[in-house]
């Protein structure tokens, strides 16, 4: 048996012990949870969530990760996007530009700017220059906040609004580090976004190295502030399946990720699989090419994100992927469904905001998400584009709670499984599932003294922070 192997089955062997040690300990406290919950106002149900530990975010997209007010503010901070300058749409020479969605708050970066055609840059306003008026609505542009706004609003309007304002480092590595200080303030330990050093540029325009990214990226991640939340950050590589050349852009970033393996830990396919040219039985011979050339890459694909059964995600397990992401139309594919159900090698990545948002479910009531969870397939709670919600962790568990009643060990296990399918190294994810079990007795017993009125006069001091899903869904507002 090799080193790894050994390493690999001390692991498992941790795990499973941590995991049978809380289900003991778990049985003492679900009862006073559930009382607790019983007696909690609306607000105190979310502030008792709010301080729930949580384990890891697997299901995120970065450029979408980022509440608009904070984007907003970073733009408008030369000392945060390493002096730069934005700008953005907002007057509209044209009548018929003036309705074409995708034109409001179209925001790109200086360089881009004055190369522009006088006309043109006549209808661009400066973004530190916005009028508090204009500043709600751009930040309003880049959100999902209206009904029937859905998914055309989502894939075909908002992504494009972001211009370049990504290819500047800084304003990414900002972003990167307020995501991380708010995961890590409602009890996250993990995250794992799609994130990477690539199509990075200066000011000026020019290229930014793969390496030189990659440097700058660890800086951040190195910075005392960012260390002392406690939060592991690993990173997947995006493939975007409908891509003429996706093919290609798999052969790269399976070369990028075997370079860098210490910090981005898998590649995801993702994109809108309406799309029919990202089909997963299209990537089958690449990625058994690339296989006997790379030791095992972990694979998280995107299926089932479907209004109606396909076999996307049997043929996505054929691709070899061990998390599936959305996974909703599992339930028009019997035998696939009864196979996950009797293996626990796939974790489905669950995103139930994000899903009802996009019009996937109509009613929340329809999701699969218990049915996955209460059959035995693994599954954990994810935000996806949580800035798209204007969301956060807290607002999904808060969901689940809400429609599906979620016992205290169904709690925790979702917890558990986020970290336990999370592809960090082995020795690191058996640290944070002992930090995880370490938490949660700490909470308990927070929570477990004196009676009831205790418990909810303690939930009471919690400093929730809620965005405007929350508001909008539920009446619920902390500052």
């Not at 499973?16 to 406290?29: G, I, K, Y």
């Amino acid at each position: 048996m090799s080193v790894f192997q050994k390493k690999n089955l001390r692991a498992v062997f941790v795990i499973s012990s941590l995991v049978l040690c809380s289900t003991l300990r778990a049985e003492d406290f679900s009862q006073r949870f559930e009382a607790i919950w019983e007696a909690a106002s609306p607000e105190q149900r979310y502030q008792l969530l709010y301080d729930l530990p949580k384990g890891g975010d697997l299901h995120n997209h970065f450029p979408g990760t980022s509440i608009p007010e904070w984007i907003l503010a970073v733009l408008q901070n030369p000392q945060r996007t390493g002096g730069d300058t934005f700008w953005t749409r907002m007057r509209f020479a044209s009548p018929l530009d003036a309705i074409a969605p995708a034109a409001r708050c179209y925001t790109v970066r200086n360089h881009t700017y004055h190369k522009l055609p006088p006309e043109a840059r006549n209808e661009f306003i400066r973004i530190d220059q916005l009028s508090p008026a204009q500043e709600a609505e751009w930040c309003d542009a880049f959100r999902l906040e209206s009904e029937g706004e859905g998914r055309d609003e989502f894939f075909n309007v908002i992504w494009t609004r972001f211009g370049d304002v990504f290819e500047n480092v800084h304003f990414r590595l900002a972003l990167l580090e307020d995501n991380i200080l708010a995961f890590a303030a409602e009890g996250l330990r993990y995250w794992e976004p799609q994130f990477g050093p690539q199509d990075l540029y200066t000011n000026e325009g020019e290229p930014i190295s793969i390496a030189d990214g990659v440097a700058m990226i660890e800086a951040c991640l190195a910075q005392p502030h960012i260390i002392e939340t406690g939060m592991v950050v690993r990173f997947q590589k995006t493939i975007f399946r409908y891509s003429p050349r996706a093919e290609d852009m798999t052969r790269d970033l399976y070369e990028f990720v075997d370079a860098y393996r210490d910090r981005w830990v898998g590649l995801n396919m993702a994109g809108i699989e309406e799309r029919g040219k990202g089909y997963p039985a299209r990537f089958l011979e690449t990625l058994r090419e690339l296989r006997t050339q790379y030791p095992g890459m972990p694979l998280a694909f995107h299926a089932g994100e479907m209004d109606s059964p396909d076999k996307n995600i049997r043929d996505t397990l054929l691709l070899g992927a061990t998390r599936i992401g959305h996974g909703l139309n599992l339930l028009g594919d019997p035998d696939t469904l009864l196979l996950l159900q009797m293996s626990d090698r796939v974790l489905i990545e669950t995103n139930l905001i994000s899903n009802k948002l996009l019009e996937y479910v109509s009613e929340m009531e329809e999701h699969p998400f218990p049915e996955f969870l209460r059959t035995g397939i693994p599954t954990c709670l994810n935000t996806d584009d949580r800035g798209m919600w204007d969301s956060n962790m807290t607002d999904e568990y808060y969901t689940a709670m809400k429609y599906y009643r979620l016992s205290w060990d169904e709690l925790t296990l979702l917890a558990r499984y986020s970290l336990q399918y999370a592809f960090v190294q082995a020795p690191i994810k058996a640290e944070l599932l002992k930090d995880y079990e370490q938490r949660l007795k700490t909470f308990e017993a927070r929570y477990a003294k004196g009676t009831i009125q205790d418990a909810l006069d303690t939930l009471d001091k919690v400093p929730a922070v809620t965005y405007g899903y929350a508001l909008r869904n539920w009446g619920i507002q902390f500052e």
